[in-house]
């Protein structure tokens, strides 16, 4: 029963380029978590979204960032023209259960590092 | 947004001692998780507590939900060198989608 998977595990981009962050849920999972992590730092939200809708993105930055969840295939965290201060640690984690059922628990992937030169 | 006090912040202990932490919120919650995260791993899931007063253990672990539904409470009893890694709390909000992530304990146990 595999886990969370990300890939690539580490992404190097100049600026201006553009990064792509794939996620697949655990098997039997559509609710899927993006948190971006920078050193010493805890997780902050991103974006939540079920298949092929984004429920809550307020945590996406307005530009350059955007997020998919399409009916097949894993989830896509698109970050455009990046710059320095997207250098961080992205992780995908998912859930069984909407945060209406109030059991749900979040299994991470162990993340995507991306630095940008 | 919602901010998660997490204290201590960094701990260095000697093996076999206990170990206890704790996150606060500004607002209830309802649902506190509790994670391990070792370095360039991702979180790995220790704990899960989905009512208030609810006391959880996961071997030397325990987790408890507070009464005021504001905190909650990590103890590891008997530490061991594997022990060591950064641990946080998560929580949600009531009508919330997303969880508030603690700033971390980082802990250190000296063999």
């Known amino acids: 029963n595999a886990g969370v998977m990300q890939n690539p595990r580490h992404l190097v981009r100049r600026r201006g380029q553009e990064a792509r962050l794939r996620c697949s849920p655990m098997?039997?999972?559509?609710?899927v978590y993006w948190y971006r992590q920078l050193p010493e730092e805890g997780l902050k939200f991103m974006v939540y979204?079920?298949?092929?809708?984004?429920?809550?993105e307020s945590g996406m930055p307005k530009e350059r960032f955007s997020a998919e969840f399409p009916k097949e295939g894993p989830s896509i965290l698109r970050i455009q023209q990046v710059v320095r201060g997207d250098s961080a640690a992205y992780f995908c984690?998912?859930?069984?259960?909407?945060?209406?059922?109030?059991?749900?628990?979040?299994?991470f992937g162990e993340g995507s590092r991306l630095t940008v030169l | 947004g919602q901010q998660l006090n997490q204290s201590p912040q960094s701990m260095f202990i000697q093996e076999g001692e206990d170990v206890s932490m704790n996150c606060t919120s500004s607002?209830?919650?309802?649902?506190w998780l509790w994670y391990k995260q070792d370095p360039g791993e991702g979180p790995v899931l220790l704990i899960a507590?989905?009512?208030?007063?609810e006391l959880t253990s996961n071997g030397r672990l325990t987790a408890q939900f507070g009464i005021t539904r504001k905190d909650s409470f990590l103890n590891i009893s008997a530490s061991i060198p594997s022990d060591v890694g950064i641990y946080f709390c998560?929580?949600?909000?009531?009508?919330?989608?997303?969880?508030?992530f603690g700033t971390g304990t980082s802990l250190t146990v000296i063999p």
């Open positions: 984690a998912s859930s069984a259960r909407a945060p209406s059922a109030n059991t749900g628990e979040l299994f």
């Open positions: 098997k039997g999972h559509s609710h």
């Open positions: 979204l079920q298949k092929e809708n984004i429920i809550d």
């Open positions: 607002s209830i919650f309802n649902t």
């Open positions: 507590l989905y009512k208030a007063g």
């Open positions: 998560a929580g949600r909000e009531v009508t919330g989608n997303q969880f508030y």
